[in-house]
DNA sequence: CCGTTGGTGTGTAACGATACACACCTAGAC
DNA sequence: GTCTAGGTGTGTATCGTTACACACCAACGG
């Protein structure tokens, strides 16, 4: 990249005016300069007129977030942990949908967005503690994460979603094993050779495929709750799980999950039934289906998780959730400030034309 | 939704202990207090080991990070204002790498990061004042965009993408009007009847099918100065604007651009190259030939753009930038807080099979 | 034995704004 | 004419932390 020159920022030796500096101009107090801004009716309007006037030309920027913050002991502004990798956390449809849900009650009460991305390193910790925010929001940490620690001491009203529940912190999320029990019903009907696409187990983040293991160690309680509920759904249908074939994908989209699903097709003895943990996977499964010629739901059917627009689009089976309520419940209970709350956020399987009967 | 009860948040009454009281139940000045966290190889060990016992012993959850940044001035926050309405601006996959890039700068500078959301109500210049952050990263707003001059008052360090250009602000981007000329060559080559597929050109968000018009009234630069890119590729190629089809999609998704590529497709006259404004979109139109039954690039050539990873499996020709790259400069340049630049990153076209010649 | 150095502790004065309480004045009620 | 109410202006005391400057002491070289 090339760099070219560039205006000057503002007066060169100018450090930014104070509301003192406005109020003497103005020939008033500093409480009346105060008032102008936070409470502009408190003040007459002649007075009102001449601290704006001052303030124009000062090019006084109005009263300083930070000193305000302090003294009003309130920042308005909402911390969300991401605890994924940077790489993922933007490109995860679901984390999109779940931000998009803070932000639309962020917005709504004027509130800021603060993110604070986890790395796994132990600065993360200070990082919680560093942010001046009034609440937190905690997104897909695993169940082991320091940072749960460090929410929890700086004692401000956090809720985590999907898990893991915290002492004193609140919890919004669906009954995943549930749910995973109730779709993967719907997956595994008919079937011969059943199959699981699921997350990342643990923060590595590999792509494996093997036969259903025990989940004691997945860390992700969402991903271990919907492992669980696909195992119940698998035993309901009289597989043992070690023979249900578990493949792991490293990140939530369209174009791993194809990958793997084709993999799974070329298989000796390929799977004749996949339950997904999210539509965009469940969308990759259906095209590999297509271009390895496998009739949909006939030769294999598929289910999806969270009733997203390409669900609609394909006729995927899927459990509707909304986690886009979910993120907002989050920043209501996290700004509400009220007593940790435990919220069980409603979902319901939606049966389309992806899997038989 | 139904909510349960939950644990208490903290010690009933108890408000936040304070710097001052850890160092008085340590026995130590509020100095060496404060330094055993700012500067912890300040002060003793011994001393060090007091002053953590009894913030322990108080439940100090560390310093305020409200008082700190007042003091010192500094918030260690970067403000990134998404000038889009909220229900796109996570799902915007351009949006997500460009907030990856900045994110990966403000992790590794132990810089969080608030994200502002426009609405293109009036109190979003309150909101540009009243966040408490060291400078501002700006994303795809239209040029006459009060945030704009919202950004500018606060005198903070503060890098536009993509443009406008606004004096005293810094500025990132590709050259978007060349950018579209030499990959619109590449689509129109050998065409009769080209066609471009755009993103909005209005706040608005409709989606439109229409000829070429003028592009005075497109607010968004990226937007305007790709489509004069077009117009002039169209015209180099001998094609007079007003008999190019200009589709204009409401958001950047693969799914929408496939529903209008069809209905282009299904015209009387249908085009025989789509250039596109994304990767995504162009993936859509990709899809909805092969649906038509319409072979790439023999009957229809398609160029997308940003060489994303959909870009290299479907063979897309495309203009290759990294948003994240920008996202990153961005963020590099507002928190550096030097005098405004202007940086033009790079872009090159990649040929691929979607496109003749 | 003196001067210098470096490690450690501390008091004070901001940083910039606002809550609060009080003073003052004008109207209007009686 | 007195009293109350409401509108408007202002001084002071914080909010919780940290920069700075200085004091003190032990160690050490000359």
Request: hydrophobic share 45%; charged share 20%; proline share 6%.
């Given at each position: 990249?090339?760099t070219?020159?560039?205006?000057?920022?503002?007066?060169?030796?100018?450090?930014?005016?104070?509301l003192?500096?406005?109020?003497?101009?103005?020939?008033?107090?500093?409480?009346?300069?105060?008032?102008?801004y936070?409470?502009?009716?408190?003040?007459?309007?002649?007075?009102?007129a001449k601290?704006?006037?001052?303030?124009?030309?000062?090019?006084?920027?109005?009263?300083?977030p930070?000193?305000?913050?302090?003294?009003r002991?309130?920042?308005?502004?909402?911390?969300?942990?991401?605890?994924?990798?940077?790489?993922?956390?933007?490109?995860d449809?679901?984390?999109?949908?779940?931000l998009?849900?803070?932000?639309?009650?962020?917005?709504?009460?004027?509130?800021?967005?603060?993110?604070?991305?986890?790395?796994?390193?132990p600065?993360?910790?200070?990082?919680?503690?560093?942010?001046a925010?009034?609440?937190?929001?905690?997104?897909?940490t695993?169940?082991?994460?320091?940072?749960?620690?460090?929410?929890?001491?700086?004692?401000?009203p956090?809720?985590?979603?999907?898990?893991?529940?915290v002492?004193?912190?609140?919890?919004?999320?669906?009954?995943?094993?549930a749910?995973?029990?109730?779709?993967?019903?719907?997956?595994?009907?008919?079937?011969?050779?059943?199959a699981v696409?699921?997350?990342?187990?643990?923060?590595?983040?590999?792509?494996?495929?093997g036969?259903?293991?025990?989940?004691?160690?997945?860390?992700?309680?969402?991903?271990r709750?919907?492992l669980?509920?696909?195992?119940?759904a698998?035993?309901?249908?009289?597989?043992?799980?070690?023979r249900?074939?578990?493949?792991?994908?490293?990140?939530?989209?369209a174009?791993?999950a194809?990958?793997?699903?084709a993999?799974?097709?070329?298989?000796?003895?390929?799977?004749?039934a996949?339950?997904?943990?999210?539509?965009?996977?469940?969308?990759?499964?259906v095209?590999?289906?297509?271009?390895a010629?496998?009739?949909?739901?006939?030769?294999?059917?598929?289910?999806?998780?969270?009733?997203?627009?390409?669900?609609?689009?394909?006729?995927?089976?899927?459990?509707a959730?909304?986690?886009?309520?979910?993120?907002?419940?989050?920043?209501?209970?996290?700004?509400?400030?009220?007593?940790?709350?435990?919220?069980?956020?409603?979902?319901?399987?939606?049966?389309?034309?992806?899997?038989?009967?």
């Amino acid at each position: 990249m090339t760099t070219s020159g560039g205006a000057r920022r503002s007066s060169p030796g100018a450090k930014r005016a104070t509301l003192a500096e406005v109020a003497a101009l103005a020939e008033v107090s500093v409480m009346t300069a105060s008032y102008t801004y936070s409470r502009p009716a408190r003040v007459s309007d002649e007075a009102r007129a001449k601290v704006l006037a001052a303030a124009e030309r000062l090019g006084y920027a109005g009263p300083d977030p930070r000193a305000r913050s302090l003294r009003r002991g309130s920042t308005q502004t909402l911390g969300v942990v991401l605890g994924e990798h940077l790489t993922y956390a933007f490109e995860d449809p679901q984390a999109a949908r779940f931000l998009a849900g803070i932000a639309q009650v962020c917005t709504e009460r004027g509130y800021g967005m603060t993110i604070l991305p986890v790395t796994g390193a132990p600065q993360d910790a200070a990082r919680v503690r560093a942010a001046a925010v009034d609440g937190f929001v905690v997104w897909t940490t695993a169940e082991d994460d320091p940072v749960l620690d460090a929410v929890r001491a700086v004692r401000r009203p956090a809720v985590v979603h999907g898990g893991p529940a915290v002492p004193g912190l609140g919890l919004v999320g669906v009954d995943n094993r549930a749910a995973a029990r109730a779709v993967g019903a719907a997956a595994f009907a008919g079937a011969a050779r059943p199959a699981v696409i699921s997350f990342p187990l643990s923060r590595s983040r590999e792509t494996t495929v093997g036969p259903g293991a025990a989940t004691d160690g997945v860390l992700f309680p969402v991903t271990r709750d919907r492992l669980e509920g696909y195992r119940l759904a698998a035993a309901d249908a009289g597989f043992r799980w070690d023979r249900v074939t578990v493949a792991v994908c490293a990140r939530n989209d369209a174009a791993e999950a194809e990958a793997v699903a084709a993999r799974l097709l070329a298989l000796p003895e390929p799977p004749d039934a996949i339950a997904a943990m999210s539509d965009e996977q469940a969308a990759g499964v259906v095209r590999a289906a297509r271009t390895a010629g496998r009739s949909v739901p006939r030769e294999l059917s598929v289910t999806g998780w969270d009733d997203a627009d390409v669900a609609v689009e394909l006729g995927l089976t899927s459990v509707a959730q909304s986690l886009r309520d979910q993120g907002a419940a989050c920043a209501r209970a996290a700004l509400d400030g009220g007593p940790a709350v435990t919220v069980a956020a409603p979902w319901t399987v939606v049966r389309r034309a992806s899997t038989r009967g």
